[in-house]
């Protein structure tokens, strides 16, 4: 009977032991499943910024393009008119 409560005894030792470690395992996981839960959502807040960012820019290039275009014909035009009054100056 000695044996049986020594065994006991173990065995609820063991148990005891086993229950605490999973409780140990269990705290750090959770802490863990938070902290990517959190950094998952300041990621998708990242990638929302960064899209709009995106299209901002992408927006100014456009316009700059545009604006560069609009130039180049001007420039383009003022060369033609100078030329057409360099004719003008050297007929006369």
């Known amino acids: 009977m000695i044996k049986r409560k020594k065994k006991m005894a173990t065995n609820?030792?063991?148990t005891l032991i086993g229950g605490v470690m999973l409780g140990i395992?269990?705290?750090?996981?959770?802490?863990?499943?938070?902290?990517i839960k959190e950094i998952k959502i300041q990621a998708?807040?990242?990638?929302?910024?960064?899209?709009?960012?995106?299209?901002?820019?992408?927006?100014?290039?456009?316009?700059?393009?545009e604006k560069f275009d609009?130039?180049?014909?001007?420039?383009?035009?003022?060369?033609?008119?100078i030329n057409k009054l360099n004719q003008m100056i050297k007929s006369n």
Not at 70 to 81: A, V
């Open 70 to 81: 609009m130039l180049y014909d001007g420039i383009k035009d003022l060369t033609k008119e």
């Open 25 to 35: 395992i269990g705290y750090f996981l959770r802490q863990t499943m938070q902290e």
């Open 44 to 65: 998708y807040e990242t990638k929302t910024k960064v899209e709009v960012l995106e299209k901002e820019y992408m927006t100014k290039i456009d316009n700059l393009n």
């Open 12 to 14: 609820d030792l063991l």
